[in-house]
């Protein structure tokens, strides 16, 4: 039975994919340390949607086979330390997250929360929202975050609940016990690729010699990118029938955006820089300091600077269409070369 599980949540945008990936391709180093990661990690996110979905009063009963049971089966069958890394289980009340802890019990859990400064956290989000199909505009996003409006669907909602890290930690500290919630503050820009690892690694622990930390980064798309992206959201959810969900992430976020348009060279990066957000920081950082949760890394590195950047009013047409012409070469290139594959295939079953 699994004596310890390291629980990781997030937030979202605080390193969570360079992590996972650097779980997933040392998966065989870190079982030879008497760690397990259960894979596919496709596999944790199915069991995290099951649980977060279910098991509570006013809930679905969750299945004895079902997801979130089978994961928890695998780590009370492992006799070391379990790691589970899902950003989805941040924003989570009281009673989802002690749920969770009961469900793992009796292995100690500690739950990891990797928490990044407001500044950087801001655009990023809206990057996220517009490649999940967002179609709000960069000053709609900004404007919903500031006045944190949490009574609607809107971009306050859809940040605060996801990005409120002292609510977040001070729920899990009820849940877990104050004792067993650790934050690990985000390296600023210009640090070493794998401090953010190494501050993760320390509170498995895990050893780091031997194990491969060249991951690829999530891939983020300069700012024309993203605004001929948002507008092709429009059209999107224009059109009678609309996209399916699984048909959109397939083909417009995984293979348009992450693959078509992401690292487009001379495309500017989107800056943002408001007095406050530096005033929203500020009392941030005070509220986890107060809530006195172990801190790997240093609150202070969640103060927050300008990001530098273009707006995209600074945009021209050129630089629209210049991004649109790349997404319709992606398209056409990897339609031409599925076209073939077919061919290729046809052929060879004859």
Known sequence: MAERVVLHIGLMKSGTSFLQRVLRQNRKGLRRQGILYPSPWRRQ??????????????????????????????????????????????????????????????????????????????????????????????????????????????????????????????????????DQVTVVTVPPPGAPHDLLWQRFASIVPVES??????????????????????????????????????????????????????GRDGDPRLGHQAAWVVEKGDRDLERLAALGARVVGDLEELRCAPVPGAQPEDLSVEDHLEAALDAVEYAVTQLARRTVKDRDRRNSAR
């Not at 509570?56 to 006799?79: I, Y």
């Not at 989805?88 to 009796?106: E, H, M, N, S, Y």
């Not at 306050?156 to 002292?166: E, I, K, L, M, S």
């Not at 690829?216 to 029938?241: C, K």
């Open 45 to 178: 996110v199915d069991a995290v949607k099951d649980v977060t979905g279910g098991g509570l009063r006013g809930q679905p009963k969750l299945a004895a086979d079902g997801p979130w049971r089978s994961l928890v089966a695998e780590v009370a069958e492992w006799p070391g330390t379990a790691v589970v890394s899902m950003e989805f289980l941040a924003p989570r009340g009281v009673a989802k997250a002690r749920q969770i802890i009961a469900d793992l019990a009796p292995a100690e859990v500690e739950v990891v929360v990797t928490v990044r400064d407001l500044a950087r956290s801001i655009p990023a989000m809206w990057q996220e929202s517009v490649q999940n199909r967002s179609t709000w505009t960069w000053a709609e996003y900004v404007a919903g975050v500031e006045a944190e409006d949490r009574s609607r669907p809107g971009p306050g909602r859809a940040f605060w609940t996801r990005q409120d890290a002292p609510e977040i930690v001070e729920a899990w500290q009820k849940a877990a016990g104050p």
């Open 209 to 262: 010699e031997g194990l491969d930390l060249d991951v690829r980064s999530n891939p983020s798309l300069g700012l024309a990118s993203l605004e001929v992206l948002r507008r092709l959201n429009l059209r999107v959810d224009a059109q009678t029938p609309p996209m399916s969900p699984r048909h959109y992430e397939r083909i417009v976020k995984q293979l348009l955006a992450k693959r078509g348009l992401a």
